[in-house]
């Protein structure tokens, strides 16, 4: 327990200290169409950049890359932002910001847009100070065409007490699409000029249209991972002899055994560091011998079998734009499943017993190899050998199937 302790606090630690220089996977185009994988710095990206930060491996020195050089770069799973020149307005997205004027005042500005949705017909936004503009590119379009949305207000006629200007919104998003991308009547009506509105409507769409989604954002959160896991046990376990007189414990030969199963990974979306959650179920099931130190021709037999889950959180730490090194640290579950032994009877084994775990790792696209350390525990419930030590270290290979 207290090595279990010892080690979430030094998790803790490392993401704190780190947390200013997370680097996660990524690329970048440049103006000569040449591709580099590295290593970008992790940001909130509430903002669309105009410039970025990376690595080629976590202990090369950090670059730093400029919209004037760079037309298009990916971060994550989750950020695709690609150069381009428009023509757009971000006055008008609430009445502090709005004008007099119902039509944008359109100014040209080099900017990243981010992708939103990419297929035939494809989403884009840009974002600056909590204003947010979306565009779309279709099969006849050669740029980005911006969907049209304002704020704007008129002076109040009425003189009303406590009104003085009366708001509008400038729709014309809304008549672009019912023109230009309506399928089976898609309804506009109700479809609101934000991020989760439009997505859902372009995707509808496209669909509809039989186009297929490239790309598609989503939030950290609903990143699950489904795979197996294959592991190798190195098995220790001992008790006290109930021989009178002896003072040796009954010691059984260390052995290798296989443990396999499912897990399911979840990861959250912290700003700065990659955090996931997981929970492990395993099969596992040995025979061990022992022979009594005092009398050699007594041997002890112990025929295991459980089912085991695991649950902890894992911190994920980009060493390049390939490999990442994590740490868990959690706890665990036996479920005995007709443990057989000579030394206990059935009724003596433990039906569910709990110890913990730390280790880590690293890990290669769909593939982790980690090596767990559990703290050991008693599976005994007798009362005439009441103490028992199953000690486990284990070696792990992980497959994110889906």
Not at 282 to 289: C, H, L, Q
Request: glycine residues 6%; proline residues 4%.
């Amino acid at each position: 327990m207290k090595s279990l302790f010892c080690f979430l606090v030094a998790l803790f630690f490392i993401s704190t200290i780190s947390a200013q220089s997370i680097y996660e996977a990524g690329y970048f185009i440049d103006n000569n169409g040449q591709r580099k994988e590295c290593l970008i710095k992790k940001l909130p990206w509430k903002n669309n950049p105009v410039e970025f930060e990376w690595k080629k491996t976590i202990s090369s020195s950090p670059k730093k890359e400029s919209i004037e050089d760079i037309k298009e770069f990916g971060v994550g799973e989750d950020y695709v932002f690609k150069r381009y020149i428009l023509r757009f307005d971000l006055k008008g997205d609430n009445l502090g910001r709005a004008t007099k004027s119902e039509e944008p005042d359109l100014q040209i500005r080099k900017i990243y847009l981010r992708i939103i949705l990419k297929s035939k017909v494809t989403l884009y936004q840009y974002s600056e100070s909590n204003v947010h503009r979306f565009f779309y590119t279709s099969p006849d379009t050669a740029y980005p065409e911006l969907l049209l949305y304002k704020v704007y207000y008129t002076p109040d006629e009425t003189e009303k007490p406590g009104e003085k200007i009366i708001p509008h919104e400038n729709n014309t998003y809304k008549d672009q699409l019912r023109k230009k991308f309506n399928c089976k009547n898609q309804d506009v009506s109700k479809l609101t000029y934000t991020q989760t509105d439009l997505k859902k409507y372009f995707k509808k769409y496209n669909e509809c249209k039989g186009y297929k989604i490239e790309y598609n954002t989503r939030k950290k959160i609903n990143q699950t991972r489904i795979g197996i896991v294959g592991a190798a046990d190195l098995i220790s376990f001992s008790h006290p002899s109930d021989i009178p007189g002896a003072t040796e414990d009954v010691v059984y030969e260390n052995l290798i055994a296989p443990r396999y199963g499912i897990y399911i990974e979840s990861f959250i979306p912290f700003t700065k560091v990659d955090l996931s959650f997981f929970l492990e179920a395993t099969y596992k099931s040995f025979t061990a011998e022992a022979t009594d130190p005092l009398v050699s021709n007594i041997i002890y037999t112990l025929d295991y079998k459980s089912a085991n889950v695991a649950f902890a959180p894992r911190f994920h730490i980009y060493l390049s734009s390939k490999f990442e090194l994590f740490l868990e640290g959690g706890i665990t579950a036996d479920f005995d499943l007709g443990t057989e032994s000579s030394e206990f009877e059935e009724n003596e084994i433990e039906n569910i017993t709990t110890d913990y775990f730390y280790g880590g790792g690293i890990g290669a696209g769909r593939f982790k190899i980690g090596v767990r350390q559990y703290t050991s525990k008693n599976i005994s419930k007798s009362t005439r050998i009441p103490d028992s030590n199953l000690k486990n270290t284990s070696i792990y290979l992980s497959v994110n199937l889906f």
